[in-house]
């Protein structure tokens, strides 16, 4: 039993730059996606800047929003699918504790 506990104390450290990597790719598919959805939504190809000063409260507010809810969703399911998969393949879940990222 001693050994699994030591095992499981290693796996986040080895977990790490899984998770990384599957971060960026998640970050990189969400970015992708709030384009996607702020062209069908606004029929712009570009989402307001909050700096901009032609744009209104209502739109920044509303792009943030939407970016801010596709970032999340997929970041937990990035996130959910990596820890499946190694726990899995070590039979380990990848953290020490209940908690996630933060």
């Given at each position: ?57 209502g ?21 959910r ?7 899995r ?14």
């Amino acid at each position: 039993m001693a050994k699994k506990d030591k095992h499981k104390k290693k796996l986040p450290l080895v977990y790490q730059p899984f998770g990384f990597a599957l971060s960026w790719a998640g970050g990189a598919v969400a970015g992708m996606a709030f384009r996607k959805a702020w062209k069908v939504l606004r029929h712009e190809d570009d989402a307001p800047d909050a700096l901009d000063p032609d744009r209104g409260w209502g739109e920044i507010l509303l792009a943030a929003a939407v970016q801010g809810a596709i970032f999340a969703v997929v970041r937990s399911a990035v996130d959910r699918t990596g820890a499946k998969a190694i726990a899995r393949s070590t039979g380990v879940w990848p953290t020490t504790d209940k908690g996630g990222r933060d």
